[in-house]
């Protein structure tokens, strides 16, 4: 879902008027401002994803090194 979520976010500028039209849309670099602020917090996202991740499968390990499987 993460990719989809990013892909929404980059195509959200396009749907903003531009500047030179009517005087009154987003100026280019604004738009750049924006676009660079959603890459940097998809890249946060999915490094606080892959420490749960982590997390996740450490306690996993652990829980199966302290019971072992017994048939």
């Known amino acids: 879902m993460l990719p989809f979520l990013g892909a ?3 195509v959200i ?6 500047a030179d039209v009517a005087g009154l849309g987003m100026p280019l670099s604004s738009a750049m401002l924006y ?3 959603s ?11 892959g420490l749960a991740a ?5 306690r ?3 829980s199966t090194e ?3 499987w017994r048939p």
């Open 8 to 10: 929404a976010l980059v």
């Open 39 to 49: 890459w940097a917090g998809m890249i946060g996202v999915s490094f606080l994803f």
């Open 60 to 62: 996993e390990d652990a």
């Open 13 to 18: 500028p396009l749907l903003w008027p531009r």
């Open 54 to 58: 982590r997390r996740m499968v450490a």
């Open 66 to 68: 302290a019971a072992p």
């Open 35 to 37: 676009i660079f602020i």
